[in-house]
């Protein structure tokens, strides 16, 4: 506990996730994580939306949960109207949280140093209030480590005059950003249109300022050259720990959505290997020409499917059962399909019987998926979900990507090439492989070992 012959103190910690599915529960790992390693005096996660919090204070009895919003003003959803959502939850969170660290703050003991707070960029306010405070603050991504350096490189080329940057379909490869083509980048027709906004948004959300680190949920074995590349554009330590799921089993999803467990009772009754899971995730979503689809294209492939049909997948169901489907369509499938509103993800691609992942592509569902060897079909909607594509399908080699519009003549025969066929038996063991190179990274001294013991120590002594 001694650094430079000074005793160390304790340190309060403080988590400001997002409220998106994908932004809490990495959040919650690392929370976890960083708990098991048992230097901090308390870990508060200071939260906008979360169901039943009382639930959570029973499972996660080491976080102090402080909500900081009525949770009718802290819901985030997709759409085009989203930066401007992020940016009244932004707006409404700055004096609540200010006025929780200054508590806090007051009530340290004597002994106690000040408290650091770990917070997801795409709440940028906490940032000025930890600066405000003079509070050391270090940033959470919650997306790949590639995706950040697109942020960087992009607003660069694009000053150059670029022009496939109007193109979202352009194959042009993006000029440093190698193996990624224009129409990887995260930057949507939509977004053109509140060009301004968005870029005031990146600029936001990009901002180090006087963060101390960086950290991913990711891997040197999957992003090791764009970690490099991305050190090299800030000045302060990234930190790749990843799988965080796999360093902190134990903690407990806070899941947005009731998980239904029946599915893994169903799985128990399929041959290894032989289901193919579909979930696209807890934001994207499609009309009902596309779920159509999607139903057709998987009752046509023979294949058994497991299938997650979230309120609000369907655009404009939220208010109607979502597991609504044609009759006809129940009767083709019958027992060969489990539906669900929302399932145990982690346990369901662990599962024996799943042998592959119908995906959007979201990073938490890419690491997930890839740390237990299961090949996937991506069908990316937004955000960095393409670029989780490019280097599922073209870099690891563990996927293939559902390219034209969702037609069921496709699908099936993307869940046949992945499921059935001499290419998908390929990948699985490409899958396989990675998921061994995963398994290693959190091994003692290996990369995300290391990365987490020096980031304990940065956290110490900021
Ligand atoms: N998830 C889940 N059950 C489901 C669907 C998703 O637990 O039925 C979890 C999944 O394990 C992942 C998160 O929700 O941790 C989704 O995050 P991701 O980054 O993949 O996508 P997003 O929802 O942010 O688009």
């Given at each position: ?19 998106m ?10 929370g ?7 230097c ?75 408290p ?11 940032k000025?209030?930890?600066d405000?405070?003079?509070l050391?603050s ?6 790949c480590?590639?995706?950040m ?22 194959l ?12 990887d980048?995260?930057i ?15 600029t ?38 990843g ?23 169903w799985l ?44 609000g ?9 979502p ?5 006809d ?13 929302w ?27 890839i ?19 490019r ?5 690891w ?12 003549e ?16 390929e ?8 998921k061994?190179k995963?398994?290693f ?22």
């Amino acid at each position: 506990m001694e650094i430079q012959g000074l005793r160390r103190r304790p340190r309060r910690l403080m988590l400001v996730p997002c409220a998106m599915q994908g932004h809490i529960n990495p959040m919650i790992q690392l929370g976890t994580i960083l708990h098991s390693k048992g230097c901090f005096s308390s870990i508060t996660v200071a939260h906008t939306q979360l169901n039943s919090p009382s639930d959570h204070t029973s499972s996660h009895p080491y976080f102090i949960f402080q909500p900081l919003l009525s949770s009718d003003d802290s819901s985030l959803s997709s759409g085009t109207d989203f930066i401007d959502q992020l940016s009244n939850l932004n707006s409404n969170c700055e004096a609540p949280l200010q006025e929780l660290l200054i508590q806090i703050v007051k009530n340290l003991e004597q002994h106690e140093d000040l408290p650091c707070v770990i917070y997801d960029p795409l709440m940028y306010y906490v940032k000025s209030v930890a600066d405000h405070l003079k509070l050391p603050s270090i940033m959470f991504r919650t997306s790949c480590v590639t995706n950040m350096l697109s942020w960087y490189v992009c607003p660069r080329i694009k000053k150059q005059g670029y022009t496939p940057f109007r193109d979202f379909k352009s194959l042009e490869l993006v000029p440093g950003l190698d193996p990624l083509r224009f129409k990887d980048l995260p930057i949507l027709p939509s977004i053109f249109e509140n060009l301004d906004a968005y870029l005031q948004l990146v600029t936001s959300v990009q901002n180090i300022g006087t963060s101390s680190a960086i950290i991913f949920n990711s891997m040197d074995c999957l992003e090791q050259s764009s970690l490099a590349r991305l050190q090299q554009e800030c000045q302060i330590p990234i930190f790749a720990i990843g799988p965080m799921h796999k360093l902190a089993p134990e903690a407990t999803s806070i899941s947005l959505h009731e998980e239904d467990r029946s599915c893994i009772t169903w799985l128990d009754k399929q041959a290894t290997n032989s289901v193919i899971y579909v979930s696209l995730g807890s934001i994207a979503s499609v009309n009902e020409k596309e779920i159509a689809e999607m139903a057709w294209g998987l009752a046509n492939s023979n294949q058994p499917f497991l299938w997650v049909i979230r309120p609000g997948l369907v655009c404009g169901s939220e208010s109607k059962d979502p597991l609504f489907l044609p009759d006809d369509f129940k009767q083709t499938v019958g027992e060969r399909g489990c539906i669900v509103k929302w399932a145990p993800q982690k346990q369901v691609l662990a599962h024996k019987a799943v042998g592959g992942f119908w995906s959007h592509c979201g990073w938490n569902s890419t690491v997930e998926s890839i740390s237990v060897g299961v090949p996937v079909i991506c069908k990316p909607f937004f955000g960095d979900q393409q670029i989780n594509t490019r280097y599922i399908s073209h870099v690891w080699r563990v996927g293939i990507e559902l390219e034209n519009d969702f037609e069921r003549e496709d699908v099936e025969r993307a869940i046949r090439r992945l499921m059935v066929e001499n290419e998908g038996e390929e990948m699985r063991q490409r899958a396989a492989d990675l998921k061994l190179k995963t398994e290693f990274c959190i091994q003692k001294g290996s990369s995300s070992y290391n990365s987490l013991n020096d980031l304990v120590e940065l956290i110490k002594s900021v």
